[in-house]
């Protein structure tokens, strides 16, 4: 007998539940499976459960994957400082790594023939769930109902509605993907050039008006302690985040080069990963020489990259979390952070690996280690290779 066992990557927004009718209309076996990397509650994922019964399944499955999360991705993502083009902490794209492998791994062991997703033709996240996919089992067959049709997203509401499906999908103006490291926004405003997500569409809200100090500590790039108080990393950011998101503060609109090739706008609020990427860097200043940082930058933007575009199970990305590994042996220390409505401030630092350490010198002030003679020659010779340039070429 053939085998018609299909994993479906299942969210249970309105694309994957489109694709979870399709499918099984089509006479497929259809197994759908969420991947948790956080951002679900207990009742939301009770909830997915239900629709995927009410569409027509009984075999859904979910794979908390939060640690691994974690582990494989998003402390990189602290030790590199990455934001793409400055600006977006890949709050989407690092989750989409963990949850490909994820299914590529639970489709192997139901030994299902092939694998669904809702991606569309437009968007990045086609090509990062196909390359795992075809990399890790490239006997897998992968199927895009979405894509390969060019659906509408009018056109998949009224499919279910004509199988008596209604789950209220057509009152959702924004398309929203929460999790551990922060939330997207996609809506009309994201579509164009000209305006950003308005404030009733971030799905937190901003209650605190009074200015508020917190205080995040690492231990070897990781965060241990927020407020003093330990816990783990994960736990740390959910705080972070519930803190800090009272306050508006890590919303902005990302502007960015597809893989694909086209220019996207995706509005996101992402206050833990923002609060701790910009406090990590800034202890980084303090316990880290030039050449580190300098070479840490550079090797860091390529490391964003690889990851976003989905080149996560490239070799060259376990050479680069060895190096982001071994640059985190000093970074060790508390950061004071001020929060206020729609804005924060880097306070300044404690660590005992920092290097503006005083009995060297004050910058601008005092020399103490050194003579103004060692400095006078110091220039003299630094001058050297731009004097004998000026003299050769004087026409210039």
């Known amino acids: 007998m053939k085998n018609n066992k299909v994993v479906l990557a299942y969210s249970g927004g309105l694309d994957t539940s489109f694709c979870l009718k399709k499918l099984i209309d089509e006479g497929f076996d259809v197994h759908p499976i969420l991947i948790n990397t956080g951002g ?61 492998i994820e299914i590529i791994k639970y489709a192997k062991k139901i030994k299902a023939s092939s694998i669904a997703h809702g991606s569309t033709g437009a968007g990045n996240d086609q090509v990062r769930f196909d390359l795992i996919f075809q990399i890790l089992s490239s006997d897998i067959k992968v199927i ?26 057509d009152e959702k103006k924004y398309s929203i993907n929460k999790g551990l490291w922060g939330t997207s926004i996609g809506g009309k405003e994201t579509l164009g050039s000209r305006h950003n997500i308005p404030e009733n569409a971030y799905p937190s809200k901003v209650n605190k008006k009074k200015e508020e100090n917190i205080t995040l500590t690492f231990k070897k790039g990781e965060i ?90 490239d070799p060259v990305m376990r050479d680069m979390e060895e190096f982001l590994i071994s640059s985190q042996k000093n970074v060790s220390g508390d950061v004071f952070i001020k929060l206020n409505p ?55």
């Open 40 to 100: 679900f509650t207990k009742s939301d994922l009770k909830l997915i459960k239900y629709n995927s019964k009410v569409i027509g399944s009984n075999n859904f499955q979910c794979i908390d994957a939060e640690k691994d999360f974690y582990q494989k991705i998003i402390r990189f993502l602290v030790y590199g400082n990455i934001l793409k083009n400055s600006t977006y902490p890949l709050s989407v794209s690092s989750e989409r790594i963990i949850q490909a």
């Open 144 to 169: 895009t109902p979405i894509r390969d049709n060019k659906i509408s997203r009018d056109e998949e509401i009224s499919f279910l509605k004509k199988n008596g499906i209604e789950l209220n999908w």
């Open 224 to 313: 241990v302690a927020v407020n003093n108080i330990k816990a783990s990393p994960i736990e740390n950011i959910k705080k972070i985040e519930k803190i800090a998101s009272k306050f508006g503060v890590g919303r902005d609109t990302h502007v960015g080069d597809t893989i694909i090739g086209i220019k996207g706008r995706v509005g996101f609020e992402a206050a833990a990963p923002i609060l701790i990427i910009k406090a990590h860097h800034l202890l980084e200043k303090h316990t880290l020489t030039k050449w580190q940082l300098i070479y840490k930058e550079q090797l860091c933007i390529n490391y964003g990259l690889l990851l976003h575009e989905g080149q996560y199970l």
């Open 342 to 396: 729609y804005r924060y401030e880097l306070i300044g630092i404690k660590s005992k690996f920092d290097l503006m350490d005083s009995k060297f010198g004050n910058y601008g002030e005092m020399n103490k280690k050194w003579s103004a003679d060692d400095v006078k020659g110091f220039i003299k010779i630094l001058s050297n290779q731009n004097k004998i340039y000026q003299k050769i070429n004087k026409n210039d």
